[in-house]
């Protein structure tokens, strides 16, 4: 069976500029489920490894960037802590195209329309490799935490808790 061509996405295209290794990995989309823990599943790989990008807005700072195992959710409290802001909240889901480029499930946070401040979960360093997007559905990155957090100049930090 001839392997299939993955197209780069703009991401992709990031990392090889600032040779990055990483590996592209594709995945079977469900238009009806986003969620990261179908994308773990496609990908046979632990949900804990698999991370989301959230946008959020932050009362001193503006626009800011969580990225989350697939299984937890941004502790909104400890987010605003990290990021030196008094509040944070989760950005309208009609602001997340205009604001970094990218539509729900598909937000990377390499490649957004502009720079912003990121915030990485610290259990990343926990594992050799984490997913995030490649920045459309249906792709995923796999690439090693701390090059992910030298080329978007992500802080680690505790920012999330395990859903409800």
Request: charged residues 25%; neutral net charge; hydrophobic residues 40%.
């Amino acid at each position: 069976m001839a392997k299939q061509k993955i197209e780069k996405t703009n991401a992709a295209r990031l990392l090889d500029r600032a040779k990055i290794e990483y590996e592209l990995i594709p995945y079977e989309v469900d238009e009806n489920d986003l969620a990261a823990t179908h994308v773990a599943e496609q990908l046979g790989e632990d949900i804990a490894t698999v991370f989301k990008t959230l946008v959020l807005r932050g009362d001193r700072t503006g626009h800011l960037v969580c990225v989350v195992p697939g299984d937890h959710e941004v502790d909104l409290k400890a987010a605003a802590r990290a990021s030196g802001n008094k509040w944070v909240e989760m950005i309208a889901m009609k602001e997340l195209l205009p604001t970094t480029g990218y539509i729900r499930g598909g937000c990377s946070p390499i490649g957004m329309k502009k720079r912003l401040p990121t915030y990485i979960d610290s259990s990343c360093l926990d594992h050799p490799a984490i997913y995030i997007s490649a920045g459309v559905r249906g792709l995923q990155i796999r690439i090693a935490p701390s090059a992910l957090i030298s080329f978007t100049s992500a802080t680690p930090a505790p920012i999330s808790h395990p859903m409800e």
